[in-house]
């Protein structure tokens, strides 16, 4: 992103203000009608790509260049015209909201502003968003001109270009103003207001303060502290790149000053941060979306995804624990401990949370419920001296939250022509014929199938569009498996998001790297590592909905213990520690034993727990003996070898 100044910086921010008024008024007082309110959203949003984000590497970074100024304002002519048009209007071709879609002629002046729609979104995403998706959408289009020549199931029927620009520019239902659109520019756009007002407010400080207090004392005291803050943090955030930068400037450092390796403490940030767009209350924007394609309320969505939050985060928890042991690491230096009144002198600052959640309880929409939590961040902050808000604050966070709209914005509208190159073409059906063919009747290869496809979507491109597009494709062919529809969903958004933790490209990894300075494929693989409880979580979904909280009492919690324990063991296996260092021999059955314990469906759960738990009691007690305190003495070794290392790093660096 650009850092303007001067009176581009001033006019940037005007418009990102008035992007935020905008949604914040129709949040509290009604949204236009669909068509008129995408079309603001993006009249406001996309010419903010060309002035904030540089074309290349050799740019202007602190000014738009005279190309940028062309596109900006060639960006507002098509969304003013599908706004001035959607319902008639003296200068208009048509009457949008009415058209028999395929049947009534596309005129000269939609086509020109069809193609200048679709030639901008595919530049913003290519700039603002990631090249990945701008080539993913780009190859879309492409292919919508040469299906008729294309072999086997690639093969349609010739699509005349009036009718690809059509769908891409004039449906309501598809396309650039399509309904995936409509979610960004309402429910979604207000949570990213709301997430802007809360960090602005200092409540990230509030949660990496009561982090320390929670676990900085306990060994590898800095690791479980960011674990701590990134999910509590997480929760009001939705999105894994903020949430890196928010808490791992603090976090990374302190660990890697206590003794973690460069590599192990980004993993450790990575994956903390990828996990708060699993928690509730306020999940990724991908939940919002969830909610709108499905049909079932937030609400819901939100309290089916708190075990598998947990046990990601969990696990995480776990890994470090064991990794701090291992190496012999203490806890955070008593001094750097926050006392508990310094702690909850902030507490007020979360009073807007629980607006929010108060009036979701009560039964608002998401969408009202967020627009009286942001009203309440500022008399909130007024509540104590230091945390006060004036108006150049509240100006500040608004521009904030038009800013950061951008990037979701236009991910949702290049996956809404995605999604269209994906049906008008029938490629959906094409690839749910494949996968039933290479699965057969097996769920499990279906979804593995299918993981594979989301991850490799997801890799570098951001976790909402990854999630539309995967559960255009995915989700449909579970159902088919009978899985239902919430847990088929959640399936593939665990995995949209979990891509952001995979290799070779891992953007969460890469933003900790760049503060650990470390090899970002390094981290990346710690991060898998951590996060591979969002991995078996996200299978236990298909065969199970207890931990979706939609079961009896006594099978949510048989199987929320399951799978505590099996990651207990899993992690045990990938970090070679329990009580003591694990030698390779034991190693390596308990990662197949924790899956088993997760996964094994045909084995009672009240079974699978009995068993696990037998292994993890005999684990504890059989290193009480001698060949525990000899491991311990490995470890000491593997404390000195930890230290020569360290020393190494700090005189290179």
Not at 256 to 263: A, F, M, T
Not at 428 to 455: D, R
Not at 492 to 510: E, K
Not at 608 to 616: K, P, T
Request: aromatic share 12%.
């Amino acid at each position: 992103m650009r850092e303007l100044k001067g009176p581009v910086f001033w006019l940037a921010a005007a418009v990102a203000v008035a992007a935020s008024v905008f949604h914040l008024w129709t949040g509290g007082f009604g949204f236009f009608e669909p068509r008129e309110q995408r079309s603001i959203h993006l009249l406001l949003l996309l010419p903010l790509a060309f002035i904030l984000y540089p074309a290349t590497e050799r740019s202007p970074k602190d000014r738009p260049s005279l190309v940028d100024w062309l596109l900006s304002f060639l960006a507002v002519l098509p969304s003013f015209y599908s706004f001035t048009c959607a319902n008639g209007g003296p200068y208009c071709s048509s009457i949008i909201n009415l058209r028999f879609e395929t049947v009534d002629p596309v005129s000269t002046v939609e086509l020109v502003f069809g193609v200048i729609a679709i030639v901008l979104v595919v530049e913003a995403l290519r700039r603002a968003v990631t090249p990945v998706l701008a080539g993913l959408v780009a190859t879309g289009i492409l292919y919508l001109f040469v299906t008729e020549y294309m072999p086997g199931i690639l093969h349609f029927r010739d699509i005349p270009a009036t009718q690809i620009i059509e769908t891409m520019y004039l449906f309501n239902s598809n396309g650039i103003y399509g309904s995936i659109t409509g979610i960004s520019a309402t429910m979604v756009a207000m949570f990213i207001i709301f997430g802007a007002f809360i960090e602005g407010s200092g409540v990230g400080m509030f949660f990496h303060n009561l982090g320390m207090k929670v676990a900085g004392r306990q060994a590898g005291g800095p690791a479980k502290v960011e674990v701590v803050s990134s999910a509590m943090f997480g929760t009001i955030s939705g999105s894994s790149v903020a949430n890196v930068f928010a808490t791992g400037s603090f976090t990374i450092p302190a660990m890697i000053k206590l003794g973690y390796r460069r590599q192990f403490a980004a993993g450790v940030e990575a994956a903390s941060s990828v996990g708060g767009q699993i928690m509730p209350p306020v999940m990724g924007a991908g939940a919002f979306i969830m909610a709108e394609i499905t049909n079932i309320p937030y609400q819901t969505i939100a309290l089916a995804a708190i075990a598998g939050s947990l046990l990601y985060f969990f696990m995480i928890l776990v890994s470090v624990h064991f990794e701090a042991r291992r190496l012999r690491l203490t806890g955070c230096d008593p001094s750097e401990i926050p006392t508990w009144a310094f702690v909850l002198r902030d507490a007020h600052l979360l009073v807007p949370v629980f607006v929010m959640i108060g009036a979701m309880a009560w039964g608002y929409s998401p969408t009202f419920a967020a627009f009286w939590g942001i009203m309440a961040v500022w008399p909130a902050s007024w509540l104590r001296p230091h945390t006060r808000l004036y108006p150049t604050d509240i100006m500040r966070m608004l521009a904030n939250g038009g800013r950061n709209m951008v990037v979701v914005a236009l991910a949702c509208a290049g996956a809404g022509i995605f999604v269209a190159c994906l049906t008008v073409t029938g490629m959906v059906i094409s690839f749910s014929t494949i996968v039933t063919g290479l699965a057969g009747n097996n769920l499990y290869i279906a979804g593995i199938l299918i993981a594979i496809t989301v991850l490799i979507l997801g890799m570098g491109v951001p976790t909402t569009a990854a999630y539309i597009i995967g559960a255009a494709i995915g989700a449909p062919i579970l159902q088919q498996f009978g899985v239902p529809v919430l847990a088929a969903h959640m399936f593939v958004f665990y995995f949209s998001i979990l891509a952001d933790a995979t290799p070779p490209v891992s953007v969460a990894s890469y933003a900790a790297a760049s503060i650990a300075r470390c090899s970002p494929m390094a981290a990346g693989v710690v991060a898998f590592r951590l996060a591979i409880a969002g991995f078996v979580v996200g299978f236990s979904y298909l065969h199970s909905s207890a931990l979706l909280l939609q079961d009896t009492w006594p099978e949510i919690i048989g199987e929320f213990l399951a799978n505590a324990l099996g990651l207990t063991l899993l992690a045990a296996g990938f970090f070679g520690f329990f009580r003591a260092p694990l030698p390779m021999l034991v190693r390596l059955p308990l990662i197949p034993l924790g899956i088993m314990a997760t996964l094994f469906d045909p084995i009672p759960v009240w079974w699978r727990v009995a068993i696990v738990a037998s292994v993890c009691l005999a684990l504890y007690l059989a290193q009480k003996g001698a060949a525990g305190r000899e491991d311990v003495v490995l470890a000491d070794e593997a404390v000195q070898r930890n230290q020569a290392r360290l020393a190494r790093e700090t005189s290179s660096s």
